[in-house]
């Protein structure tokens, strides 16, 4: 039979010498390999007493943000759901009102906005494809959960506290989710 690659490689059928069938040159030679391994660096940490520093492109969890002001920079225009890959963005527009100007930054806003972390490659292609800086992929790990609904994420898990009305739980989500 032809063979397909060069890696295949053939079985020795010789019936096995003394020093075989005693193993233990074998058994040694298995031994000084476990124990040169001992004086390696461990390429494993105690997780999750030790942690590692994430790399300096570590995609995380979605924040929906807001401007100086307080207000969504969302305007709903969909262009991130478009560019999702795993179709994992849903939102719903709705039309400001009038004295809503201090809350929505634009005419438009998104009334529901929603991400499934089940479907999310973290492939941060949402904020590319997003003209307002209103999303971004943060350094904070998303959390795991027993419970698939759990892991449907409104606006109210995605978006940034107000800077204006709760200025210290902006400054702690800004110093963990590393605001741009
Ligand atoms: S990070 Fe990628 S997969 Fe996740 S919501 Fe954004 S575009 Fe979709
Ligand atoms: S997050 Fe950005 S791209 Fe997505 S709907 Fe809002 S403004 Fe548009």
């Not at 031994?31 to 004086?39: A, E, G, L, V």
């Not at 590692?52 to 207000?71: K, T």
């Not at 262009?79 to 634009?106: D, N, Q, S, W």
């Not at 790990?141 to 978006?159: H, M």
């Amino acid at each position: 039979m032809q063979l397909l690659t060069q890696r295949s490689k053939p079985v020795s059928r010789k019936p096995m010498n003394l020093l075989e069938k005693i193993y233990l040159p074998a058994i040694l030679k298995g031994m000084t390999i476990t124990f040169s391994h001992m004086f390696h660096k461990k390429p494993t940490i105690r997780y999750p007493e030790e942690t590692r520093e994430f790399s300096p492109v570590f995609r995380g969890l979605h924040v929906l943000n807001r401007d100086e002001e307080g207000r969504e920079n969302c305007t709903a225009c969909g262009l991130c759901a478009v560019a999702c890959p795993a179709e994992a963005i849903t939102m719903e527009a709705a039309e400001r009102k009038e004295g809503e100007e201090h809350l929505y930054r634009e005419e438009k806003y998104a009334a529901r906005y929603e991400i499934n972390m089940l479907r999310c490659i973290f492939c941060g292609l949402c904020e590319d494809a997003c003209p307002k800086d209103a999303i971004y992929l943060s350094e904070t790990v998303a959390p795991a959960s027993f419970a698939r609904k759990e892991l449907i994420y409104g606006k109210k898990d995605l978006l940034i506290p107000n800077p204006v009305t709760e200025p210290e739980a902006y400054a702690q989500a800004k110093g963990q989710k590393q605001i741009k």
